[in-house]
């Protein structure tokens, strides 16, 4: 459990990396405000295609992108069929008659239930599911054996299709972006960003050095917990916790047996790290000077102003198109 | 004027007192060790020093100024306490970030913070070690960073609660060197420990048992007196058995003393 990455930082050097992190979150937001003014889908291709000029330049690979979409990868899939399905305005580009009969609709399921079974044997869950799904639609498109007892038509209008896809790239650009934050930002530095960021919130009397100073606590202590946590397993497997196996009420009494003891461990560590913050002289809502200072370089200002201007751009193209 | 000057005080977590009518008083620049079995008082003596306790009768005095809410803050810029655990004094993310927390808190400029953390880190060996973090360091590491975290603070006096008793060997005689050069340098320290071979180097050692104060003494006194340490429930260390048992029987010369003092700085 030593050395163990908190977010996904990874570690690497280009302009990305060098970056203020005040610079970095504030060109996020100002990049996802042009991406929600763009309502044009060429326009939205343009600016992925900027994104994927973007990452060589930052020498962020398309890989680890795609592991930070890979989580959101059935949303956004969801959002595109749901967008075709009932969005029916426009010219008809097609229609895919469906039929059911018990011959088709029981190999398609024995067709899922392979896929479901199958999946764990393979790294391509995602190729597969699409491959699985485009089987169980020509099965249930082109084989009609025995006496049919219903069907469905999809339909696929131009404008449904356009509209798809155009939310699919909205989605995709802002995650890619915020993966693009959290690949090339330390925790740390991305809280210290934060904390500078959100600065001004003073003002309505939020106090963001102590959320900070929270926030900063509990990443110092979550590689120290899952320590704990570990030697608490083994702890509970040495005198005959079986933490692999068992029925969900078995499992109901192994998660308590972690639980507990974590639950007393913690208590414990927070008064003490509280004792030891007071003692060292820690007075909260104190103004304080800070070791890790911000310095704003000649990159930052180009980043903000570069997207400044897409900003406009986009805001422009949105009234004059 | 001492600097820590205690009278009559008492401080009970229930209905049993913790410290009991309790009075004592350390003068600057003395190493002084306190002993005394698990539940003798004197951890809840050095949380009271540093205000995270308050005191229920009798009053406590740090350089001339009465502990109380108004001073509290004062008097925890001249006292720094290293605790037990390693692990929950470490607030920073890297060891110069947890040397820096305290100098944040006393709002020390940024500079100034650089050179502490340089000097202090050399101070006590870790300056090697400034960018990394905690999980991957020692215990006996992470104690050496919360000393430096401490005199960085620039405090007259330093408590060390049980500080070295969750370390390795090498981890507690790196420690005890470290204390050594404090006291070489002027600083006075409070030693808190049930291990009386942190009592041999001090100036002077005070046996706490049940809240109270059973003796004080120079090292040579405390140490060779068995019915004293029988009744604060610690175990005589070997050498100084072998000392008694040659006083005993009229055999104990100054040569063989001053052997076995040596032998047991080497337990």
Same mark, same amino acid.
């Given at each position: 459990?030593?050395?163990?990455?908190?977010?996904?930082?990874?570690?690497?050097?280009?302009?990305?990396?060098?970056?203020?992190?005040?610079?970095?979150?504030?060109?996020?937001?100002?990049?996802?405000?042009?991406?929600?003014?763009?309502?044009?889908?060429?326009?939205?291709?343009?600016?992925?295609?900027?994104?994927?000029?973007?990452?060589?330049?930052?020498?962020?690979?398309?890989?680890?992108?795609?592991?930070?979409?890979?989580?959101?990868?059935?949303?956004?899939?969801?959002?595109?069929?749901?967008?075709?399905?009932?969005?029916?305005?426009?010219?008809?580009?097609?229609?895919?008659?469906?039929?059911?009969?018990?011959?088709?609709?029981?190999?398609?399921?024995?067709?899922?239930?392979?896929?479901?079974?199958?999946?764990?044997?393979?790294?391509?869950?995602?190729?597969?599911?699409?491959?699985?799904?485009?089987?169980?639609?020509?099965?249930?498109?082109?084989?009609?054996?025995?006496?049919?007892?219903?069907?469905?038509?999809?339909?696929?209008?131009?404008?449904?299709?356009?509209?798809?896809?155009?939310?699919?790239?909205?989605?995709?650009?802002?995650?890619?972006?915020?993966?693009?934050?959290?690949?090339?930002?330390?925790?740390?530095?991305?809280?210290?960003?934060?904390?500078?960021?959100?600065?001004?919130?003073?003002?309505?009397?939020?106090?963001?050095?102590?959320?900070?100073?929270?926030?900063?606590?509990?990443?110092?202590?979550?590689?120290?917990?899952?320590?704990?946590?570990?030697?608490?397993?083994?702890?509970?497997?040495?005198?005959?916790?079986?933490?692999?196996?068992?029925?969900?009420?078995?499992?109901?009494?192994?998660?308590?047996?972690?639980?507990?003891?974590?639950?007393?461990?913690?208590?414990?560590?927070?008064?003490?790290?509280?004792?030891?913050?007071?003692?060292?002289?820690?007075?909260?809502?104190?103004?304080?000077?800070?070791?890790?200072?911000?310095?704003?370089?000649?990159?930052?200002?180009?980043?903000?102003?570069?997207?400044?201007?897409?900003?406009?751009?986009?805001?422009?193209?949105?009234?004059?198109? | 004027?001492?600097?820590?000057?205690?009278?009559?005080?008492?401080?009970?977590?229930?209905?049993?007192?913790?410290?009991?009518?309790?009075?004592?008083?350390?003068?600057?620049?003395?190493?002084?060790?306190?002993?005394?079995?698990?539940?003798?008082?004197?951890?809840?003596?050095?949380?009271?020093?540093?205000?995270? =306790? *308050?005191?229920?009768?009798? @009053? $406590?005095?740090?350089?001339?100024?009465? !502990?109380? &809410?108004?001073?509290?803050?004062?008097?925890?810029?001249?006292?720094?306490?290293?605790?037990?655990?390693?692990?929950?004094?470490?607030?920073?993310?890297?060891?110069?970030?947890?040397?820096?927390?305290?100098?944040?808190?006393?709002?020390?400029?940024?500079?100034?913070?650089?050179?502490?953390?340089?000097?202090?880190?050399?101070?006590?060996?870790?300056?090697?070690?400034?960018?990394?973090?905690?999980?991957?360091?020692?215990?006996?590491?992470?104690?050496?960073?919360?000393?430096?975290?401490?005199?960085?603070?620039?405090?007259?006096?330093?408590?060390?609660?049980?500080?070295?008793?969750?370390?390795?060997?090498?981890?507690?005689?790196?420690?005890?060197?470290?204390?050594?050069? =404090? *006291?070489?340098?002027?600083? @006075? $320290?409070?030693?808190?420990?049930?291990? !009386?071979? &942190?009592?041999?180097?001090?100036?002077?050692?005070?046996?706490?048992?049940?809240?109270?104060?059973?003796?004080?003494?120079?090292?040579?006194?405390?140490?060779?007196?068995?019915?004293?340490?029988?009744?604060?429930?610690?175990?005589?260390?070997?050498?100084?058995?072998?000392?008694?048992?040659?006083?005993?029987?009229?055999?104990?010369?100054?040569?063989?003393?001053?052997?076995?003092?040596?032998?047991?700085?080497?337990?």
């Amino acid at each position: 459990m030593k050395n163990i990455v908190i977010g996904r930082y990874i570690p690497g050097d280009s302009f990305l990396y060098r970056m203020d992190p005040r610079v970095k979150l504030i060109a996020l937001f100002i990049l996802f405000v042009a991406v929600f003014v763009i309502d044009e889908l060429l326009v939205m291709g343009l600016a992925l295609l900027g994104i994927l000029v973007l990452l060589p330049l930052g020498k962020i690979s398309l890989k680890k992108v795609y592991f930070g979409l890979r989580p959101l990868l059935f949303l956004l899939i969801f959002t595109f069929v749901f967008q075709i399905l009932f969005n029916t305005q426009g010219r008809l580009l097609g229609t895919l008659r469906l039929t059911f009969d018990p011959l088709n609709v029981a190999l398609s399921v024995g067709i899922f239930a392979a896929w479901l079974f199958l999946k764990r044997f393979t790294s391509f869950t995602f190729i597969s599911f699409l491959v699985m799904v485009a089987g169980v639609l020509t099965l249930l498109s082109q084989l009609t054996l025995l006496a049919s007892f219903g069907s469905f038509t999809i339909a696929i209008y131009e404008e449904g299709l356009l509209f798809a896809i155009f939310i699919l790239l909205r989605l995709v650009i802002i995650v890619t972006l915020s993966t693009i934050l959290t690949i090339t930002t330390k925790p740390t530095d991305l809280n210290l960003g934060l904390e500078r960021v959100l600065k001004p919130l003073k003002i309505i009397r939020v106090n963001t050095e102590e959320i900070a100073m929270i926030i900063g606590i509990s990443l110092r202590y979550i590689p120290t917990l899952l320590d704990e946590a570990n030697k608490i397993i083994l702890a509970q497997a040495s005198r005959g916790v079986d933490f692999q196996e068992g029925k969900i009420k078995d499992k109901v009494v192994q998660i308590i047996s972690l639980l507990v003891p974590m639950f007393i461990i913690s208590f414990q560590r927070s008064d003490e790290l509280a004792n030891a913050m007071e003692a060292r002289c820690f007075v909260p809502g104190k103004p304080r000077t800070r070791l890790n200072q911000l310095t704003w370089k000649p990159l930052d200002t180009a980043v903000l102003v570069v997207t400044l201007t897409l900003m406009i751009v986009s805001i422009g193209v949105r009234i004059l198109w | 004027m001492p600097l820590i000057e205690l009278q009559d005080v008492s401080f009970s977590y229930g209905k049993t007192p913790a410290i009991d009518q309790l009075s004592l008083t350390v003068e600057a620049g003395e190493w002084v060790t306190i002993v005394g079995p698990n539940g003798s008082g004197k951890s809840t003596l050095a949380k009271l020093l540093i205000g995270l =306790l *308050k005191t229920q009768q009798g @009053t $406590i005095q740090v350089a001339g100024e009465t !502990l109380d &809410e108004t001073t509290v803050q004062g008097i925890r810029e001249k006292i720094g306490i290293i605790f037990q655990n390693p692990d929950n004094q470490f607030v920073g993310v890297t060891v110069k970030d947890d040397i820096a927390f305290g100098l944040e808190n006393l709002s020390v400029p940024y500079e100034e913070m650089l050179k502490r953390i340089d000097h202090y880190s050399k101070a006590v060996g870790m300056d090697a070690y400034l960018d990394k973090e905690p999980s991957q360091l020692s215990g006996g590491q992470k104690q050496r960073v919360a000393i430096a975290g401490t005199l960085a603070m620039k405090p007259e006096l330093i408590i060390f609660d049980e500080a070295t008793s969750m370390l390795d060997p090498t981890g507690r005689q790196a420690m005890l060197e470290i204390m050594h050069a =404090l *006291k070489a340098s002027g600083k @006075t $320290i409070l030693s808190i420990t049930h291990d !009386l071979k &942190e009592a041999l180097p001090a100036d002077r050692v005070l046996v706490m048992h049940e809240g109270r104060l059973l003796k004080s003494g120079t090292p040579r006194d405390i140490l060779r007196d068995e019915p004293l340490l029988k009744k604060a429930r610690l175990t005589l260390l070997e050498p100084f058995k072998y000392m008694n048992q040659l006083a005993k029987k009229k055999q104990l010369t100054d040569e063989w003393e001053a052997l076995l003092w040596q032998s047991a700085f080497t337990l």
